[in-house]
């Protein structure tokens, strides 16, 4: 019914910046909140950021002031201005939607595949 597609993670040195975006596609009648969650091997999924289809944002305290999150609602895309990155935001990049699909009644949160940040030290 719907996929998520992150896109833009790669290796950048300690200080560099990094651009991940997400686009949604399939049944979409509407899509609510969207965020960026992030994971390393063996420790849970980290909220990161996140923002409304209104465009109000939130933050994580480790990456307040550095990481930027932005989305496009009329091509379904998120993305996460990435600044000032250092060897402990190196995880796999998870983006996450509440979407309402055509037909439904009743939201619910979608996640794509993810893709690697590794930053250098």
């Known amino acids: 019914q719907v996929q998520l597609v992150e896109s833009g993670g790669g290796l950048v040195q300690a200080g560099g910046s990094l651009r991940l975006s997400c686009g949604a596609s399939?049944?979409?009648?509407?899509?609510?909140?969207m965020g960026w969650y992030r994971q390393v091997p063996g420790k849970q999924r980290e909220w990161v950021a996140t923002i409304t289809r209104g465009g109000s944002t939130n933050y994580a305290d480790s990456v307040k002031g550095r990481f930027t999150i932005s989305r496009d609602n009329a091509k379904n895309m998120v993305d996460l201005q990435m600044n000032s990155l250092n060897p402990e935001d190196t995880a796999v990049y998870y983006c996450?939607?509440?979407?309402?699909?055509?037909?439904?009644?009743?939201?619910?949160?979608?996640w794509g595949q993810g893709t690697q940040v590794t930053v250098s030290s």
């Open positions: 399939g049944s979409i009648f509407r899509i609510n909140g």
């Open positions: 996450n939607a509440d979407i309402l699909v055509r037909g439904a009644s009743l939201s619910r949160g979608y």
